[in-house]
């Protein structure tokens, strides 16, 4: 059974930093490119970083460089998403999503960000 379980959010002060989590299980997660999407209320889901299967590669949203780090851990099946300098427009619920090359996709259930003092 496949499944991306998310986990790490939850009520940040302005500034301040959250590491979320997304643990794979049910399929080769090394052959996957991981992604962190996000959607707040009334807001299209929006891609915030991607990283490819070997994890050499990563790609941010311009509103997130400088302040996000994703990365993977093969090994734990995980990947990770550091976030710090957190801003109030960062709340949303985060989704981790796994692309394998052939297009196959699987996403989790999300996990809440919320950034306010």
């Known amino acids: 059974q496949v499944q991306l379980a998310e986990s790490g959010g939850g009520l940040v002060q302005p500034g301040g930093s959250l590491r979320l989590s997304c643990t794979a299980s049910?399929?080769?997660?090394?052959?996957?490119?991981m992604s962190w999407y996000r959607q707040a209320p009334g807001k299209e889901r929006e891609l915030v970083a991607v990283?490819?299967?070997?994890?050499?590669?990563?790609n941010y949203a311009d509103s997130v460089k400088g302040r996000f780090t994703i990365s993977r851990d093969d090994a734990k099946h995980t990947v990770y998403l550091q976030m710090n300098s957190l801003k109030p427009e960062d709340t949303a619920a985060y989704y981790c999503?796994?692309?394998?090359?052939?297009?196959?996709?699987?996403w989790g259930q999300g996990t809440q960000v919320t950034v306010s003092s």
């Open positions: 049910g399929f080769t997660f090394s052959n996957y490119i």
């Open positions: 990283i490819t299967r070997t994890g050499t590669n990563t």
């Open positions: 999503k796994a692309t394998a090359p052939w297009g196959r996709e699987y």
